[in-house]
Structure formats: C-alpha cells, structure tokens
C-alpha cells in the first residue's frame, strides 16, 4: 500500500507543478493564487503546501523545471553538429524554447524578481549559459572572452525572446528575431 500513496503523492505533485506552470505563465507571478492553482488541479490548498511549502517555492520548482527544458532543447538542437553549427543550433533552439508557452514571462519577466537577481542568473548560469560558453570555447575562444561573449549574446537572445513574446500575433516577428539572432552569430562564429 505505500507504493501505491507514494506514486499518488508523486502524480499529485506533477499535477500540481504542471498547473502552477499554465497559471504564472498566462496570468504572470503576482496575479496568481495558491488557491487558483489548488483549484485547477483539484487539490485542497494544504497540498500545494505539503509539496512546495510556499507560493516562492512552487514558483522555483516551476521555473527550473522549465529552465532544463531549455537546456535539454539546446543539447538536442546542437547534438552531433560541428561547433559553428552546434553554436548556432544551440543558440536558435534557446530562442524557439523559451518562446514556446510562454515560458519567456516565467523565466525572463518573473523569475529575476520573484527569486531574486542572484538566484535567478545561477540558474542560468548552470543552465542554458553554460551550454553557451561551452560552445563559445569549442569554437576557439578562450575562457575569458568565452564568457564575456556568452553574456552579451545571453543578454541579446534574451531581449529577443521577449521582443517575440511581447509580439504573438505578429507572424513575421519570430523570422526576424532568428535572422537578427543570425547576424550575432555570424560576427562571433561565421559559417
């Protein structure tokens, strides 16, 4: 019997980290309850509680969930191509994952502020920023510039990302935001 309660506790907390993930990235941090998400994942709100302790903490669960998303998509798109082209990839897949969903609002507009600075740049910088100035060193640059050069294209993939998000009915804005992203690239690591 306790593999049984085991396994429901396990699927009550997906379930609820999955709605707490649809809810902060339609209706944004602040806008969000702990007894909306309750609600939607028919739990009682001791639930949330019993398995993320706080709103902030629910809210983390969900953000690095979604940031090994990103990197798991970056890893894909780049695997098994030279560095130039895993460079590229790479690069290309952060900005098509962290537009999917909107996971742009969570990650990029909620997470700095609701985790902290601090907090919220170590999870990049253990995430989709280490993938990057890996490939930036695979590609030739030394450390240092490596990781100078990662935090200026971080920055700009970043303000890409919600340039697109703040434009979803805008067809064209995510071609242009890839051919813009192009033209980084092309002065770091031309084809």
Do not use: C
Request: hydrophobic letters at 50%; charged letters at 20%.
């Amino acid at each position: 019997m306790p593999r049984s309660s085991a396994a429901d506790a396990a699927e009550t907390a997906r379930i609820i980290l999955a709605v707490a993930t649809a809810r902060f990235a339609e209706h944004g941090y602040a806008s969000t309850s702990i007894e909306d998400i309750a609600n939607a994942a028919d739990v009682t709100r001791g639930a949330v509680y019993h398995h993320y302790a706080s709103k902030p903490g629910l809210f983390e669960a969900v953000a690095s969930g979604l940031q090994l998303q990103v990197a798991d998509a970056i890893e894909s798109a780049a695997a098994n191509s030279d560095p130039p082209e895993a460079l590229r990839a790479g690069s290309h897949a952060f900005l098509d994952a962290i537009t999917a969903a909107r996971t742009a609002r969570i990650l990029l507009v909620d997470a700095p502020a609701v985790l902290s600075w601090a907090k919220w740049r170590r999870m990049d910088d253990e995430g989709s920023a280490a993938h990057l100035r890996d490939a930036l060193r695979a590609i030739g640059l030394p450390s240092g510039p490596a990781a100078a050069t990662a935090a200026a294209l971080s920055g700009a993939m970043n303000e890409l990302a919600l340039w697109i998000s703040e434009r979803p009915s805008e067809a064209s804005s995510r071609r242009r935001a890839h051919e813009a992203l192009d033209a980084l690239l092309d002065a770091v690591a031309p084809l």
